[in-house]
């Protein structure tokens, strides 16, 4: 599975940024998806996920409210659609994957995702 994550730039505080991260392969439906985020200095850190069918997406406390994850899994692409943003928002973003045989399962863990894509860089001015 190769992942190529996109959609990452520059934008002020309360602004708003869609990432999509496509995925290769015929197998994209079968696949639990997230995204996660690397500021400085910092861990790298949950911030959404979402099962193979679209639903039960799961968020990070930070950007609980403000990010919606989705997919098409038509267009092997899933989205993170980030508004409100703010300066502690600013990191690399990274999509992530991985196969499950469970339907409708969701993974949070950075240690339970296989593929990972490249990262864009997301950086949010005050």
């Known amino acids: 599975v190769q992942l190529q994550a996109s959609g990452g730039g520059l934008v002020q505080a309360g602004g708003s940024l869609r990432l999509s991260c496509a995925a290769s392969?015929?197998?994209?439906?079968?696949?639990?998806m997230g995204w996660f985020r690397q500021a400085p200095g910092k861990e790298r850190e949950f911030v959404a996920a979402?099962?193979?069918?679209?639903?039960?997406?799961k968020y990070g406390d930070a950007v609980q409210g403000r990010f919606t994850i989705s997919r098409d899994n038509a267009k092997n692409t899933v989205y993170l659609q980030m508004n409100s943003l703010k300066p502690e928002d600013t990191a690399v973003y990274y999509c992530?994957?991985?196969?499950?045989?469970?339907?409708?399962?969701?993974?949070?863990?950075?240690?339970?995702?296989?593929?990972w894509g490249q990262g864009t860089q997301v950086t949010v001015s005050s």
């Open positions: 392969g015929r197998i994209f439906s079968s696949l639990i």
């Open positions: 992530a994957a991985e196969f499950s045989s469970y339907i409708n399962a969701v993974k949070i863990q950075r240690h339970e995702y296989s593929y």
């Open positions: 979402i099962s193979q069918s679209g639903g039960y997406p």
